[in-house]
């Protein structure tokens, strides 16, 4: 197995692997390394089962099952179907999934290590693919702040709710989301996160906050917070800390939630067929769980900065 990076802000491939055989530890722990290094892997030419998805998957943490419970396979409601495809008058999964900037499970008290997705079917227009899921870097982010606002916020935290994304999906036109009923909401309180996580892989900040999600800072007054967080949310999005995967039929996608945030391009038409299948694992594997992961304390003793740094170089105490 061997890593190309892609010589952008993020992003390599990972060749010489068949993701469909068990993983050895090094081989799993390696991943992890390149996961945090690299941010965005992409395995190319895969051939995938649903239960071989969830198999890879869940090398890395504990599996979600989405609390919107849309688009899940049966069976296996660890992976969920995201499609823009209608068969016999019904939708084959969620068709909207991602569509905006965000983080997965930033509004989980147990955030998200990693997003892994197959590609399936992949729109395709005069020769190129449509669909890009586009990222951006949040350890250049971090390390982009003015100094004065590193030291302002170091320390703070930022709620981030569930509600926030699905309400604004809501409204957009054609859209067949319910408002999330009491019980959902429940499942999903709104929780505080650092503002600046220290990244259990790189030892490295990084910005934790996201336009999807984030609602406010919690240690400073109502329009303050709003003030920064827009200022927070157009720096993380600059032309230098972005990148954009290009999916081809087969490519496994996999994302490190904590250093990047991530938008799905919906740059296609209802014809033309979409069809992935998608798990999403916890960040089991680095944060204790019952308090609000990043918040000190909850960082597991051993399975962080001290097991990885090897390829990061000089790491931060945590
Ligand atoms: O479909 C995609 O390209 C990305 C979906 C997404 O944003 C997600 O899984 O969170």
């Given at each position: 197995m061997q890593a190309i990076p892609t010589g952008q802000s993020l992003g390599a491939s990972i060749e010489?692997?068949?993701?469909?055989q068990a993983l050895t530890p090094a081989e799993r722990d390696q991943i992890i390394r390149y996961a945090g290094q690299h941010g965005v892997l992409t395995f190319p030419d895969q051939r995938l089962t649903p239960r071989q998805l969830r198999d890879f998957a869940a090398n890395f943490g504990e599996l979600e099952v989405n609390?919107?419970?849309?688009?899940q396979q049966n069976a296996l409601p660890e992976v969920m179907t995201l499609s823009n495809i209608i068969e016999d008058g019904k939708?084959?999964?969620?068709?909207?999934?991602?569509?905006?900037w965000h983080t997965d499970m930033a509004y989980s008290s147990m955030i998200a290590f990693a997003n892994i997705l197959y590609g399936i079917e992949i729109p395709m227009r005069d020769g190129q693919p449509l669909g890009n899921t586009e990222f951006c870097n949040m350890h250049a982010a971090y390390e982009g702040l003015p100094a004065e606002l590193k030291t302002k916020l170091e320390g703070m935290t930022i709620t981030h709710d569930f509600n926030k994304f699905w309400e604004m999906m809501r409204t957009r036109e054609g859209s067949t989301r319910k408002p999330l009923t009491e019980e959902q909401r429940r499942a999903k309180p709104p929780v505080a996160h650092p503002?600046?996580?220290?990244?259990?892989?790189?030892g490295r900040k990084v910005l934790y906050a996201n336009p999807g999600y984030a609602m406010r800072i919690?240690?400073?007054?109502e329009d303050e917070s709003a003030r920064i967080l827009d200022f927070l949310f157009e720096h993380q999005l600059k032309p230098a800390y972005r990148y954009a995967f290009r999916w081809q039929v087969g490519s496994v996608l996999m994302w490190d939630n904590m250093g990047t945030i991530h938008n799905a391009v919906?740059?296609?038409?209802?014809?033309?067929r979409r069809l992935i299948k998608r798990c999403q694992v916890a960040a089991t594997r680095f944060f204790e769980e019952g308090a609000p992961a990043g918040m000190p304390g909850t960082y597991k003793q051993g399975m962080g900065a001290a097991a990885f740094n090897s390829v990061n170089g000089a790491v931060v105490a945590q």
């Amino acid at each position: 197995m061997q890593a190309i990076p892609t010589g952008q802000s993020l992003g390599a491939s990972i060749e010489g692997i068949d993701l469909a055989q068990a993983l050895t530890p090094a081989e799993r722990d390696q991943i992890i390394r390149y996961a945090g290094q690299h941010g965005v892997l992409t395995f190319p030419d895969q051939r995938l089962t649903p239960r071989q998805l969830r198999d890879f998957a869940a090398n890395f943490g504990e599996l979600e099952v989405n609390v919107a419970t849309m688009g899940q396979q049966n069976a296996l409601p660890e992976v969920m179907t995201l499609s823009n495809i209608i068969e016999d008058g019904k939708p084959l999964g969620l068709s909207d999934a991602g569509q905006s900037w965000h983080t997965d499970m930033a509004y989980s008290s147990m955030i998200a290590f990693a997003n892994i997705l197959y590609g399936i079917e992949i729109p395709m227009r005069d020769g190129q693919p449509l669909g890009n899921t586009e990222f951006c870097n949040m350890h250049a982010a971090y390390e982009g702040l003015p100094a004065e606002l590193k030291t302002k916020l170091e320390g703070m935290t930022i709620t981030h709710d569930f509600n926030k994304f699905w309400e604004m999906m809501r409204t957009r036109e054609g859209s067949t989301r319910k408002p999330l009923t009491e019980e959902q909401r429940r499942a999903k309180p709104p929780v505080a996160h650092p503002v600046f996580l220290t990244h259990p892989i790189t030892g490295r900040k990084v910005l934790y906050a996201n336009p999807g999600y984030a609602m406010r800072i919690n240690e400073m007054p109502e329009d303050e917070s709003a003030r920064i967080l827009d200022f927070l949310f157009e720096h993380q999005l600059k032309p230098a800390y972005r990148y954009a995967f290009r999916w081809q039929v087969g490519s496994v996608l996999m994302w490190d939630n904590m250093g990047t945030i991530h938008n799905a391009v919906a740059d296609y038409r209802p014809d033309e067929r979409r069809l992935i299948k998608r798990c999403q694992v916890a960040a089991t594997r680095f944060f204790e769980e019952g308090a609000p992961a990043g918040m000190p304390g909850t960082y597991k003793q051993g399975m962080g900065a001290a097991a990885f740094n090897s390829v990061n170089g000089a790491v931060v105490a945590q």
